[in-house]
């Protein structure tokens, strides 16, 4: 089985101001991570994902991710927040199928606050 | 094109009640999951469907919790003699499938309130 730790339930950052959410996982197999996020009032979505090869994964706006297999870990980060970077951060893991059909596991979620 | 579908978008309901939500996901896609979100907590897988089969109930709490899926599209996640316990968000989610694709499109949810 998979599990991951959000190790933060909340951070704010002043606007400009580097990012981090942390993140770690525990499975016995090879798996797959992903970044999920749910702005207000919106529904879940992909931030990135890291499946294979490069191990730094970055998304369309400005966070990326580098999966560290010795750590355990896949901590977002953005060199500089936005205010429209305000949500909540999902970190995801799902089991390596074949199939592609994969349950995720997901961690309890960081609110990220953006303060002017 | 269309998302992932649900309804109600709220829905209140007395405990004891039977209530049923629903899910419409994206067309073509042969997988569909869903998962619970109770307050202050991540997502729970609860179930998924490949077509209309159901290999994985292994995340459904109790036996009072069900769900089907019918001509691959729509799925319905049942709950009968609601309890307080049960009241959070219920996310749907599809994805290709195994044709070919892992990524899960989520819906909005239904935000169930059990008084």
């Known amino acids: 089985a998979q599990s991951v730790t959000q190790l933060d339930s909340q951070v704010p950052v002043f606007e400009e101001a580097p990012v981090e959410l942390r993140c770690n996982y525990s499975s016995s197999v090879s798996v797959y991570l992903f970044w999920y996020v749910q702005y207000p009032n919106q529904g879940l979505q992909l931030l990135l994902k890291y499946l294979s090869g490069s191990t730094l994964v970055e998304s369309i706006n400005g966070f990326e991710a580098e999966f560290k297999k010795s750590e355990t870990s896949f901590h977002l980060t953005k060199p500089s927040a936005h205010m429209s970077d305000a949500a909540e951060y999902f970190c995801v893991v799902s089991q390596i199928f074949l199939s592609g059909n994969t349950p995720l596991v997901f961690g309890k979620g960081t609110r990220l606050s953006v303060i002017a | 094109g269309a998302g992932v579908s649900q309804s109600p978008s709220n829905k209140v309901t007395e405990k004891g009640k039977d209530v049923e939500l629903r899910c419409d996901p994206i067309?073509?896609?042969?997988?569909l999951y869903w998962y619970r979100q109770r307050l202050g907590q991540g997502l729970e897988f609860l179930i998924y469907?490949?077509?209309?089969?159901?290999?994985?109930k292994s995340g459904l709490p109790s036996d009072r919790f069900s769900a089907e899926r019918t001509g691959e599209s729509v799925s319905t996640l049942t709950i009968q003699r609601t309890q307080q316990e049960d009241s959070a968000v219920y996310l749907c989610?599809?994805?290709?499938?195994?044709?070919?694709?892992?990524?899960?499109?989520f819906g909005p949810g239904t935000r169930l309130t059990v008084l």
């Open positions: 989610a599809s994805s290709l499938g195994a044709s070919g694709g892992w990524e899960q499109f």
């Open positions: 067309s073509g896609h042969t997988a």
């Open positions: 469907f490949q077509g209309n089969s159901a290999p994985d």
